[in-house]
Nanobody, 118 residues
Framework: VQLVESGGGSVQSGGSLRLSCAAS????????MGWFRQAPGKEREEVAN???????SYAESVKGRFTISRDLAANTLYLQMNNLRPEATSMYYC?????????????WGQGTQVTVSS
């Protein structure tokens, strides 16, 4: 299983970015997938997840501004991030599950850095 994130970068407060997570050796429709972030000195935080059924959930801090989605044909997971705030500055990781019935996420990508300046 290989997950490769891309799309990170530097943006000003209020800007947008779209992160991508391309999967290989793994069918993204087979299980839950999620986006996480971790800033230096802080604990890792789940940002959003999407269940096998397509049901999504979000951290309160990003509701209404971030959207998780997937393209099954491209086998790629996305995170659209709008109205970004400086506190969103973190390394962002995608993760994938290994069971169709749960959101246990043992597979991880290397991450992509997002920096938001005020």
């Amino acid at each position: 299983v290989q997950l490769v994130e891309s799309g990170g970068g530097s943006v000003q407060s209020g800007g947008s970015l779209r992160l991508s997570c391309a999967a290989s050796g793994y069918d993204i429709s087979s299980s839950c997938m999620g986006w996480f972030r971790q800033a230096p000195g802080k604990e890792r935080e789940e940002v959003a997840n999407i269940r096998r059924s397509g049901t999504t959930s979000y951290a309160e801090s990003v509701k209404g501004r971030f959207t998780i989605s997937r393209d099954l044909a491209a086998n790629t997971l996305y995170l659209q991030m709008n109205n970004l705030r400086p506190e969103a500055t973190s390394m962002y990781y995608c993760a994938a599950g290994d069971r169709w019935w749960s959101c246990n996420l043992p597979y991880w990508g290397q991450g992509t850095q997002v920096t938001v300046s005020s």
